[in-house]
Structure formats: C-alpha cells, structure tokens
C-alpha cells in the first residue's frame, strides 16, 4: 500500500522562496521537511514542482551571481573569492576551462580531417609546424 504524500501545491511557492535566496535543493528539502529523495520523486512526478524548481534553480543562480559581482565591486565586507568561485563550480557547473583532446585515432597529433585552421594566430599555426617537423625527425 502506497503512504500518503506530504506533496502540497503550495509548496510549489516555497521552493521558489527559499531558492531564490540562495539555497540549494538539498537545504530546501529539509527546509520542506522531506529527505532529497522524495524531493527528486516529486520533481518527477508533479510538473507545477519541476517547474518550481527549475525557477528556483535559476534563481539561485542569479543570487550567488550578484553576491560575486557585489563582491568583487567592494560591496561586500569581508567577501572571500575564493570561496565563491568553489561554490559556482560545484553548485552551477562552472569551469577553468575546457580539455581539448586534438590526437587522432591514430595517436599522433596530426588534424583530423576537415579541420579548419583559418582562426588559429599566426603564432599557434608556427607551435604546429614545428612541432610536427620535430616528430617527422624522430
């Protein structure tokens, strides 16, 4: 026999209340006195809460984007970057940057083919025939 759900559509209204301060889905889960799993199985089952929560996911966002930005203007006191910047690379995803793997099934770290080196600098083109004259050496 299936419990009964605590899922109230007025919850709806919290989750965007609470998110946009900031919080992350797991501190609004316990906030909403539910454990994370029944807040994902909710996320599922009910479109008015997914599409709570995407708003609420957004906004959040939005909160630790202006705190950065206040921060980083000097309107903060005591405002750690550091801390900041760990907190969107593990709540939004952010990178230092992106891993180019350019080898070629072959190994070697010739172009495939159709590659289009028409944007890369003068300087970048020079690094890639000296050091594909240098493995032709060898």
């Known amino acids: 026999m299936a419990r009964p759900t605590k899922y109230k559509t007025e919850m709806c209204a919290e989750v965007v209340s609470f998110m946009r301060k900031g919080y992350s889905k797991s501190v609004v889960s316990a906030k909403l006195g539910i454990c994370p799993d029944t807040f994902s199985v909710w996320q599922k ?27 980083m203007m000097g309107e903060i ?27 070629s099934s072959d190994g070697s770290m010739s172009p495939a083919k159709g590659f289009d080196a028409s944007r890369l600098s003068i300087g970048a083109l020079e690094e890639i025939l000296l050091a594909s004259s240098d493995t032709e050496s060898n």
């Open 45 to 71: 089952d009910n479109a008015e809460f997914s599409a709570a929560v995407k708003e609420g996911e957004l906004l959040s966002q939005l909160f630790w984007e202006k705190a950065g930005i206040d921060g």
């Open 77 to 103: 006191t005591g405002f750690n970057a550091t801390t900041w910047i760990f907190n969107m690379k593990n709540r939004h995803g952010w990178r230092d940057k992106v891993e180019i793997d350019n080898t």
